[in-house]
């Protein structure tokens, strides 16, 4: 873990001497693209050692699949040899590690990796495989019509703005920036002459890796003071179980769950802020003429925090992993695309079973949540009061769900999982199929989801 900061704040300072003195005005692509390569293998072998090999190793399997196997068959090929060779590695580690210790080790770079190599193979297939007319707005947008050079191949995989921590990116917003026309895309989404200005301006980072390094320092500082004091591992201890009435163990519950976010919160603050400060992460302006650096941003606290609906929490949760998991499974899965996303969000987590019991009850979860929303929000729209109200008692089942599905992610093993589900009474589970019974959800077809995907996108480009 100390490895892992140090090699992150290197890379902070890393990638502010990456934008100033390897700009696109000042070295070439290629140069650039080796640089970013050289520095993250770098990193990747101080932080883990010989134990880096395993990244390699998928890496170039995965160039000879990508350049051999046949245009239909290409996302199939590279999806399963990542996804095997991650599920092995996850296995490996239960003999590397001790069972039910989360440690840093070289299977988080290789979680990323993964993403980002499924994530280069679905967009080749939909850029040189399918028809235009067969993509929605988005695959259509991020589809990549050639093969990419081996070089452009490494640097997209291994460069050192996320080869540590994430997050997964587009293969065409990387090579843009690397290009530098990633920032220069934008701003030509913008009418600047109605704004008053005679050119294009230059946008800076600074302020927002400033910003999102308060936020690191503070929860670094929060992860300190209250994640080592408030364990998760206390909610099934016998003695608080015994003495703890139902709703006193509900709401110790929540606040275990809120101790356990801050490591995350820094680690992925941490790693957006030093994409920015390579000038990478630019997504546009915003209503109010602000300059917003969030394109690779893995969290939204605010939204997190104040999520009023299952689903608006797993959209702020992990951003990118979702966008993956949408990209990947969720748009080309034929049926059951829920089930099928959650499912594989457990094997890329791992084999642990903690994961399995989380992703399975956020199946669950999820469908009885869309349920009640379709068939009940409706009523309390047409007054201000009704609203707040509605509003604050899905806030709050919310909150609750979510700690929940999620306390099996924390324990990992089957004996203290099942042991809090008993002591909660499964209460949870029950509702949901008691409102799944009462309000069925008939899964959508592959096309009816395209359809509906395709016209948020036209409608989304309309305004």
């Not at 080869?163 to 920036?177: E, R």
Request: glycine share 4%; net charge positive.
């Amino acid at each position: 873990q100390i490895n892992f900061v140090a090699c992150q704040l290197f890379a902070l300072l890393a990638a502010f001497w990456f934008r100033i003195y390897l700009s696109p005005s000042h070295a070439s692509s290629a140069v650039r693209h080796a640089f970013a390569t050289l520095f993250g293998i770098y990193f990747a072998v101080f932080c883990f050692g010989w134990y880096s090999i395993h990244l390699f190793v998928l890496v170039m399997m995965n160039y000879g699949i990508m350049n051999m196997a046949s245009v239909p068959n290409i996302h199939r090929y590279s999806f399963v040899v990542a996804m095997g060779y991650l599920t092995l590695c996850h296995i490996s580690r239960i003999y590397i590690f001790h069972y039910g210790i989360l440690t840093t080790d070289f299977s988080g770079p290789l979680m990323i990796i993964t993403q980002k190599i499924t994530t280069l193979a679905c967009q080749l297939h939909d850029g040189i495989g399918r028809q235009a007319e067969e993509l929605t707005a988005e695959q259509n947008r991020l589809a990549v019509k050639s093969r990419p050079s081996l070089l452009e191949y490494l640097s997209y995989l291994l460069n050192f703005m996320s080869i540590i921590a994430g997050p997964c990116s587009n293969y065409k917003d990387y090579i843009a920036f690397i290009e530098g026309r990633h920032v220069h895309m934008k701003l030509l989404e913008v009418n600047w002459k109605q704004k008053g200005y005679d050119r294009l301006p230059d946008p800076s980072p600074t302020g927002a890796v400033m910003y999102k390094l308060c936020i690191t320092l503070v929860s670094l500082i929060l992860f300190l003071t209250l994640t080592k004091n408030f364990p998760m591992a206390y909610i099934i201890d016998n003695e608080f179980l015994d003495k703890t009435p139902f709703l006193s163990r509900l709401g110790y519950l929540y606040v275990v769950t809120q101790a356990a976010k801050p490591k995350y919160y820094f680690a992925w603050t941490l790693a957006d802020a030093v994409n920015n400060a390579a000038g990478y992460g630019f997504s546009g302006v915003d209503e109010r003429g602000t300059f917003r650096w969030d394109l690779l941003s893995n969290l939204n606290i605010w939204n997190i925090e104040t999520a009023t609906s299952f689903k608006m929490y797993i959209e702020n949760w992990n951003i990118q992993t979702a966008a993956w998991l949408k990209r990947v499974c969720y748009d080309r899965a034929p049926w059951y695309p829920t089930a099928l996303t959650f499912i594989l969000s457990a094997l890329w987590h791992g084999i642990y079973p903690g994961y399995y019991f989380t992703f399975l009850t956020g199946i669950l979860i999820t469908l009885a949540a869309r349920a009640i929303r379709n068939n009940c929000r409706h009523y309390f729209l047409s007054s201000v009061p009704l609203k707040i109200a509605y509003d604050v008692v899905t806030w709050a089942v919310t909150q609750l769900a979510v700690c929940y599905t999620v306390a099996p992610f924390v324990m990992l093993a089957v004996e203290p999982t099942i042991k809090f589900y008993k002591s909660v009474y499964f209460h949870m589970h029950i509702l949901s199929i008691l409102v799944l019974l009462l309000l069925p959800i008939r899964p959508q077809t592959h096309s009816v989801r395209r359809a509906q995907n395709q016209a948020m996108m036209n409608s989304i480009k309309s305004k």
